[in-house]
């Protein structure tokens, strides 16, 4: 078989002689190339898209089993209801000694001689040259509540970012080898 070919920088038309077996290899490798190619391609493509979003949503549902499992429900309940209960760390105060008197804040359902008044003062016998300190629980912060749950989200961040996640996409790897790798 005998196949032509234009020459462009010759301007003249080159012959190239090919056996039978020589054409149909090329014919087969053309197809090949130009069908099966593109459409391993979109099988690819959607196959990995598909496992995408099958792993995007069991993640995010991971995700919200985890911020369920760190996020302080108690801590807030009891903060709303009972700020006492929560202490933030404690406070010294120095009691004055030379008026010999205490003077502090009663609870409200401690029951006292004086009900209209929360605050009591005692009359307390201080022996002469000696420093008292009252201490006294300060109530937490709100947002150290939220501590262990802030730390989990930025170590989260830290493991996935979209540099990591993009390279696991387009190779192929799965995503949580990127946390196993971190770890060991």
């Known amino acids: 078989a005998v196949v032509s070919t234009q020459s462009t920088g010759k301007k003249r038309i080159d012959s190239c002689d090919y056996n039978l077996d020589q054409l149909l290899l090329g014919a087969l490798l053309f197809t090949l190339i130009v069908f099966l190619f593109p459409t391993t391609l979109i099988y690819y493509i959607f196959f990995t898209l598909?496992?995408?979003?099958?792993?995007l949503v069991g993640g995010v549902?991971?995700?919200g089993l985890e911020l369920l499992n760190h996020?302080?429900?108690f801590g807030i309940i009891i903060y709303l209801l009972q700020p006492q209960y929560l202490p933030g760390g404690i406070r010294f105060t120095v009691v004055?000694?030379?008026?010999?008197?205490l003077k502090h804040d009663l609870p409200s359902n401690i029951s006292s001689n004086t009900p209209s008044s929360s605050t009591q003062t005692d009359?307390?016998?201080?022996?002469?040259?000696?420093?008292?300190l009252l201490l006294e629980t300060q109530i937490i912060q709100p947002s150290s509540l939220f501590f262990h749950l802030k730390?989990?989200?930025?170590?989260?961040?830290?493991?996935?970012?979209v540099g990591k996640l993009a390279k696991c996409f387009f190779t192929g790897a799965p995503w949580y080898k990127v946390a196993k790798a971190?770890?060991?």
């Not at 004055?96 to 008197?101: I, L, R, S």
């Open 50 to 55: 598909l496992n995408s979003v099958c792993t």
């Open 71 to 73: 996020f302080p429900l």
């Open 96 to 101: 004055d000694t030379k008026t010999n008197t």
């Open 123 to 132: 009359k307390i016998n201080f022996p002469a040259n000696t420093s008292y």
């Open 61 to 63: 549902c991971a995700l």
């Open 151 to 161: 730390q989990f989200i930025s170590g989260i961040l830290k493991t996935y970012t």
């Open 182 to 184: 971190k770890s060991n």
